[in-house]
Each structure stands twice: as structure tokens, then as C-alpha cells.
């Protein structure tokens, strides 16, 4: 069975310094994987995905993740935080036969001024 | 615009009332997903189509839980007697289907939050 673990439920950064927020995943298969962002009341929207290329990914609003196979993670990484970043960021795995996504349970990022 | 559409936006609804849903996906995806979020949670799977078959349901979608596509293009989600526990945010999205192209792309709709009174 497909999981995804987010090992922080609140990452609190200051502007303009790094942001890390952690996924670990567990896959019989081998996983596509997905960082989603949710700003209030908005829906989900794709940051980036891996799907077996290169294992370091870069998404969109300067955000980017790594593939780590032997530590079953795929970090979310930014290295400069945003005040618009402030969100909920979700991971999430997928079969390979692209039907359903597995989330986690949700990151929620703050950037104090 | 052409992303998913979900109406209504917002719907309160009293128990034991009957609740239907629309989602309207990008046009040209094959495949059309319904997901159920619930506060400080990430979004879980309820059912999908391809075209207007329902190829997969979760165990989380009760016999109250009907969700059709009968032209393969929009969807509606309905929910019988409704409960309290039924309150939640769906969320409808869609995405190509394996030999259209890049199948892996589930984009999302802003969802539709009811609240059972």
C-alpha cells in the first residue's frame, strides 16, 4: 500500500531564509510523487512532480524537491521564503497508472516578517 | 477561464436533506477525480472516472454516495441524508488519461465546503 508521511504539521521561517518541509513515502511501486499548495479557501495547485526523470525537481515559485530513494523522502525545499508562501503544502504519491493521489496530512507554513 | 469549476462554492444544508454537487473538468481531460477534505486534513479519495466509467470507489464512499458522469464530461456527486460527520470540502479534479500525453497531472478544482446543521 501507498502512503505519504509529512513530518511537520506547522514549519514556522522568517522571510528570506530557507524553507524545508519533509515527506517521507512509502511505495510498492515505483512512486509519483507530488507537492501540492493550498492557500485559504483556494484549491490545490501543483507546486511540482516527480515521475521518474531526474530526481531533482524544480516546480514552480522557486520551489524544488529531491527524489531520495534510499531514504524513501522527497523533500520540499525553497531558499529564500516568501511572505505569499504562507500555506498549506501538501505531498502526496501516485500509482504509476495515474488514477488516485494519496496525500498527507498537510504541512502548514508560516513566514514571520 | 478553462480549469475545473466546482458549484455550488458553498452549501448549507440541514441533516437528513439530500445534497447534489456539479464539477465541470478541463475540457479535454479524460479522467475526473472527486476527493473529500476534512479540517487539518489532507484530501482523500472518494471515486473516479474515465470518460463515464467509474472505475474505482473508496471505501469511503457509503451507500449514500452517488457520483455519475453520464456524458463524460461534467460529474455530479450526490449525497443522500446528509450527516453531520458528512462535512467536509470536495473537491473535484481532473487529468489526461495514460496514452493522451503527461497522465500525471491531477489539476484541482477550488472545491465545494458543506456544512451539515
Known amino acids: 500500500a501507498q502512503s505519504v508521511t509529512q513530518l511537520d504539521s506547522h514549519v514556522s521561517v522568517s522571510e528570506g531564509t530557507p524553507v524545508l518541509l519533509r515527506c517521507n513515502y512509502s511505495?510498492?511501486?515505483?512512486?509519483?510523487l507530488f507537492w501540492y499548495v493550498q492557500h485559504p479557501n483556494k484549491g490545490l495547485q501543483l507546486l511540482l512532480k516527480y515521475t521518474s526523470a531526474a530526481t531533482l525537481v524544480k516546480g514552480i515559485n522557486g520551489f524544488e524537491a529531491e527524489f531520495k530513494k534510499s531514504e524513501t523522502s522527497f523533500h520540499l525545499t525553497k531558499p529564500s521564503a516568501h511572505m505569499s508562501d504562507a500555506a498549506e503544502y501538501f505531498c502526496a504519491v501516485g500509482y504509476s497508472s495515474a488514477s488516485k493521489i494519496i496525500f498527507g496530512s498537510g504541512t502548514r507554513l508560516s513566514i514571520r516578517p | 477561464d478553462t480549469g475545473v469549476s466546482q458549484d455550488p462554492r458553498h452549501k448549507i444544508t440541514k441533516r437528513g436533506q439530500n445534497v447534489t454537487f456539479r464539477c465541470d473538468p478541463i475540457?479535454?481531460?479524460?479522467?475526473l477525480y472527486w476527493y473529500r477534505q476534512t479540517l487539518g486534513q489532507g484530501p482523500e479519495f472518494l471515486t473516479y472516472f474515465q470518460n463515464e466509467a467509474q472505475l474505482e470507489k473508496s471505501r469511503l464512499l457509503s451507500d449514500r454516495f452517488s457520483a455519475e458522469r453520464p456524458k463524460g464530461s461534467f460529474s455530479t456527486l450526490e449525497i443522500q441524508r446528509t450527516e453531520q460527520g458528512d462535512s467536509a470540502m470536495y473537491l473535484c479534479a481532473s487529468s489526461l488519461a495514460p496514452g493522451q500525453g503527461e497522465p500525471y497531472e491531477q489539476y484541482f478544482g477550488p472545491g465545494t465546503r458543506l456544512t451539515v446543521t
Open positions: 475540457s479535454e481531460h479524460n479522467r
Open positions: 511505495s510498492s511501486y515505483s512512486p509519483s
